[in-house]
């Protein structure tokens, strides 16, 4: 690729005659050949930056250096993003088309586009879009609806009806559908299964990782929306929304029909309680165990959640608790000895 | 289904001449049409219910009202479960019997009445019960039993030799018979993995949630009793064995040869070590981590877990830690001018 | 076998013409029968190991008795383990060579001494050495390369490029070469996903556990090390190395660019940010949340992640301090007096 083609995606300026450089892909400073282009999304890298093999670097507007060409934009991290984007290997891992060994049902409508991997089933009256993207082994059950442009990776199962928005990507062993964890009690403390009618609808662009699994609703959808980015191994129970652009890092479960805001970041190995609130562009801390609606914009962690600063001022004070019972017990005896005295 | 099916089927007395009404389902009270039955499971809802498009409504006895059509029975949660399983599609996700597309080892015993999806390997000596469904690309390796009507749901792998009960659910990419994790560790600190010869065993009614994973013993069996309810992603490591109708929520781990008893709660997120004993009719809550046993009967949570308000007491008292510390230090600068006074 | 090649085999003694004994397993003492040997890894089973029926003993060298033919070694646990992995079935779960339903890419080349089961998918310019034996509907995708002797059960998915070490154990479910959780976010608070270029190594004698996902890196591989031993359901992030005979358990999840040193040992549900290092032989408590460097041969526990000692003292001063809130109060209401008194 041309280094004037990833200038013209980032929407940088270059010196005249340098866009005919030949590129041949984006990485680290440290890792960089003189075939490769890499950027500086933090000041700190910058030195390694000027020292790399690289033969460009995306930089912030105004901290172009004479000893490379820099390309200049706004948000070096954004366009380092962008720019890899153009060097993704995006031809199918199992060549075009169907696989003779997908086994595919008559009334299945795939684009002619789309590619679908050997030993992926896909059931009755599927409907995948244009240029989508399946891998191997995966499931696609009866009246699942793909958008355009999505990718499937191998061994994904998607239970029946759920839909899936374009460009969204569903990693390898994601589970979507599965039936949500709900049981009635009988007087003799047995459990009666309850069955779910609801579907699993995942929006545009919204990202699955691997292992994760989402529960369908039992009466309405459980919602991923537009934009929304889960790692690997998050439980999402039945019902449960999550509006658009929020992130969710691995081993994060949210229990049943709690809604999550707009733009909200929750960290690792994060429990929601069901049915509560999540404020949009709210921030949620690792290990954060969430038991209340959170209001919008609001920072807490710890368990139970709550406001950052009160946390580490609890954590701070905690490990003075052992010196702290001393000293009371030290201020008892020396109170009673005055009191003793004051008689 | 006629209304008058749903209340024979739940136990509710109907006025005369009302069961021939057509019903097409049961859901919520606020996404209930006119052809389907709703439920009042709180009294809270049961406004909602009252205005709710929904023909009938489940009630508890002597809550009956003039609106609607009123089913009254002891427990109308239970009740719902119970009318929503009558309206459960129990056709098989991709057509009865062997799918061609199926690979079935020639020693496996498939009764006629089951169904086996494409992909789905079955291996030697395996022996599936009548009226199981099973999904596509599943694993059922050699020597597994399978009961009556259970449900093995699509990417399922259930490897060699374990054995799964009448009535059971296991939701897609749940693993049953892994290795357990055993390593005996050398002089070097090198790890020796210790191979494991016991199986899984699953009894009737129990159900397995989305990418749960599920340990074969060392010698004994690792045992998942009758009706267990275990939701999504919780590691069972060897040699546990979970007694009859407890429920585990969504995430929770427990070490080897721990012993769960029967009737017991836990909450989300819970981690036990191993050799301990869990009580009947226990209760662990959230993101708990149980490192002794549990009487029956016992309410804990928390790390470590201890009884619930001593907890609560020790999670409101921590928030004026940091005050606390002030005030001490106020105390022992006052006492000291008392002190010099007093001299 | 007979008796005299466990002898061999773990180094130990045996009285002359003992030797000659069938022996059919290894087992716990309380499981043994006639034909099996057992071990004391621990006194407190001497007892008993004396009075099972099993028809030989593993114990510590000095520890023998007249009651039984016994083994001594220095150390009868990884004697155990040692002799276990003799009576293990190392037959292919589906039949020697490539499994006429397996579905492999010309360009594939794989030993002929491997195993691949029925549905697994090989795709191009994939390598598989001697003795491998691969189960049922995993997925391998192009260019991946596996060592000899590995061991990939049912349903895993190794995604392209990855490479898998000689005599490595990778268990049904796990996802090998997902795409690691990057993400740059733009000036509307959008998400543009990052594309991962860099692959997953796995070197010899490494152990992944069932569901255990593993994500690709950057640019640079992400590494699990030499003997490296994952439970299940782990989550290790993007260019995160483990270094040789570390051993990690179920559900912890390690977050992007994390270095663990050697021989780490890490319980269960562990947590770990990003960009930190883990000192060689440091110990990490379950449930601890660890945020910063920790040093060689440390043990810490807690979150935030503190010397073990410490926490310890915490939690039980913790349980005091509803109490302590009393007493403060009532030093200050006495003190007070005190104060009126002494004016």
Known sequence: MKLSAIAVHIGAALPDGCGSVDVFGITSPESASADKVTFVSDSKYLEQAKKSAACAVIVKKGNGFSEKLCLEVDDPYVSYARAAQLFEDLSPLFGNGIHPAAIVDTTAEIDKSASV?????????????????????????????????????????????????????????????????????????????????????????????????????????????????????????????????????????????????????????????????????????????VSKDIDPEAKVTGYPARDFMTVRRIEASSAQLPDLLKEVKALRKELELLKEKSV
């Open 117 to 289: 991997g050997p030993g992926t089933v896909v059931g009755a009256n599927v409907k995948i879009g244009a240029n989508c993207r399946i891998g191997a082994n995966c499931v696609i059950e009866r009246g699942v609806k793909i958008g355009e442009s999505a990718r499937i990776d191998s061994g994904v199962i998607i239970r029946y009806d759920s839909q899936i928005g374009s460009r969204a990507v569903i990693q390898s062993g994601a589970v979507i559908g599965s039936d949500g964890f709900g049981n009635a009690r009988n007087r003799d403390k047995e459990f009666i299964r309850i069955p779910c009618f609801g579907i699993v609808i995942i929006e545009d662009d919204a990202e699955i990782g691997a292992c994760t699994t989402i529960d369908r609703g039992n009466f309405e959808p459980t919602i991923i929306g537009k934009g929304v980015k889960l790692d690997n191994l998050i439980h999402i129970a039945h019902n449960v929304t999550i509006d658009e652009n929020t992130a969710i890092a691995a081993q994060t479960g949210i229990s049943g029909s709690t809604k999550v805001g707009k733009r909200v970041i929750i960290a690792g190995q994060v429990g929601f309680v069901g049915h509560i609130n999540i404020g949009d562009d709210s921030f949620i801390g690792a290990k954060a165990g």
